[in-house]
């Protein structure tokens, strides 16, 4: 199970730190994920740790956004700056057992609950 949190209501330029817990699931043993949906959009994949350790991050969000992985805290945070109201959107953590990462969420195989990231001034 998976559980995120940390998003909110953020000014343009401003930052946030997302959350992603894992219960009866070592992290370690997964790569994990960062996708979002905005509205009316589909769900794209934003952010990626592999078991090594290795990160990717989309273009859209490339020097802006970094993820991050405890795998002793079971945990993995993305790590948000210089928002744009194009960030808004409902942001999603998901763990897959391949080593690459990949963006196909049919990939991935759990999922957490969404938090919902708005920026606006």
């Known amino acids: 199970q998976l559980q995120a949190s940390g998003g909110g209501l953020v000014q343009p330029g401003g930052s946030l730190r997302l959350s992603c817990v894992a219960s009866?699931?070592?992290?370690?043993?997964?790569?994990v994920a960062w996708f979002r949906q905005a509205p009316g959009k589909k769900r794209e994949w934003i952010s990626c740790s592999r078991k090594s350790g290795e990160t990717y991050h989309a273009n859209s969000v490339k020097g802006r956004f970094a993820i991050s992985r405890d795998n002793a805290k079971s945990t993995v945070h993305l790590q948000m700056s210089g928002l744009k109201p194009e960030d808004t959107a409902v942001y999603f953590c998901?763990?897959?057992?391949?080593?690459?990462?990949?963006?196909?969420?049919?990939?991935?195989?759990?999922w957490g609950q969404g938090t919902q990231v708005t920026v606006s001034s």
């Open positions: 998901a763990t897959s057992s391949l080593e690459l990462c990949v963006v196909e969420e049919d990939m991935y195989n759990y």
């Open positions: 009866g699931l070592g992290l370690d043993y997964y790569s």
